[in-house]
């Protein structure tokens, strides 16, 4: 009974974004978008502040797994910060999203399915990411055999970065924030240190179009600078 409820979950999950998508709002993300670069862009700063507080700056040895991993942008950040892709995996339920996956980096293995049974033996991994998975899970059942897959795959001695959002969007009923207590409640076997680091989207939104510096752009064609050989 309670696997037929959160298969019914993912197929409620697959219709929010299938209409997302659909109505243009993963345009919001855009990173011509002020706020969405800006919380891109702090988020990438407290990943890689995390990394280097557990003593991984070098992950060009680390098998690295993303849980709903969209598109594969994060793993694609990661081969920045020196991951191999030889050693990067990708599960997302949205075959669209995989099939896109793919298509952008077909040297990193990703694979379409529910993230309740991943197919990966215990213990396969040192890294494993989620990005803004949980708060679009509202059966908590289906929340537990995740972060219950999550914790068999993971290595013994491995680190979950985990990101999400802590309160609710009241515009948004497909969301919901996770709390600490929920989170110690559905990952029980793990030592959670949570920090709080990026702004509500509405604040991200209010905020980030205020300028704090200049950015000069000189197109060679229009503009040219005189050179001289006296200075």
Same mark, same amino acid.
């Given at each position: 009974?309670?696997?037929?409820?959160?298969?019914?979950?993912?197929?409620?999950?697959?219709?929010?974004? !299938?209409?997302? $998508?659909?109505?243009?709002? $993963?345009?919001?993300?855009?990173?011509?978008?002020?706020?969405?670069?800006?919380?891109?862009?702090?988020? /990438?700063?407290?990943?890689?502040?995390?990394?280097? *507080?557990?003593?991984?700056?070098?992950?060009?040895?680390?098998?690295?797994?993303?849980?709903?991993?969209? !598109?594969?942008?994060?793993?694609? !950040? +990661?081969?920045?910060?020196?991951?191999?892709?030889?050693?990067? +995996?990708?599960?997302?339920?949205?075959?669209?999203?995989?099939?896109?996956?793919?298509?952008?980096?077909?040297?990193? $293995?990703?694979? %379409?399915?529910?993230? /309740?049974? &991943?197919?990966?033996?215990?213990?396969?991994?040192?890294?494993?990411? %989620?990005?803004?998975?949980?708060?679009?899970? &509202?059966?908590?059942?289906?929340?537990?055999?995740?972060?219950?897959?999550?914790?068999?795959?993971?290595?013994?001695?491995?680190?979950?970065?985990?990101? !999400?959002?802590?309160?609710?969007?009241?515009?948004?009923? $497909?969301?919901?924030?996770?709390?600490?207590?929920?989170?110690?409640?559905?990952?029980?076997?793990?030592?959670?240190?949570?920090?709080?680091?990026?702004?509500?989207?509405?604040?991200?939104?209010?905020?980030?179009?205020?300028?704090?510096? *200049?950015?000069?752009?000189?197109?060679?064609?229009?503009?040219?600078?005189?050179?001289? *050989?006296?200075?």
């Amino acid at each position: 009974m309670r696997e037929m409820a959160t298969a019914e979950e993912a197929e409620r999950i697959k219709r929010v974004y !299938d209409r997302r $998508d659909s109505d243009g709002k $993963d345009t919001i993300y855009s990173f011509f978008r002020p706020a969405a670069l800006f919380m891109y862009q702090q988020r /990438e700063k407290e990943i890689l502040k995390t990394l280097c *507080s557990e003593d991984m700056r070098d992950i060009s040895g680390e098998k690295i797994l993303e849980v709903g991993c969209g !598109d594969g942008s994060v793993l694609r !950040d +990661f081969l920045r910060y020196g991951a191999r892709p030889e050693n990067c +995996f990708g599960v997302d339920l949205l075959p669209w999203k995989i099939d896109e996956a793919r298509r952008l980096s077909p040297n990193i $293995d990703f694979r %379409c399915c529910n993230a /309740e049974r &991943l197919p990966f033996r215990g213990g396969a991994f040192d890294i494993i990411l %989620c990005i803004t998975v949980f708060t679009s899970i &509202l059966d908590m059942e289906m929340k537990r055999n995740l972060a219950g897959e999550m914790e068999r795959v993971l290595k013994r001695g491995g680190v979950i970065l985990w990101c !999400d959002f802590h309160m609710d969007n009241p515009k948004n009923a $497909d969301v919901r924030g996770i709390k600490m207590r929920e989170l110690r409640d559905i990952f029980r076997g793990l030592e959670i240190r949570m920090r709080r680091v990026i702004l509500a989207p509405p604040l991200a939104r209010a905020i980030a179009p205020i300028p704090v510096c *200049s950015v000069i752009f000189l197109n060679r064609r229009r503009y040219s600078i005189p050179t001289t *050989s006296a200075l």
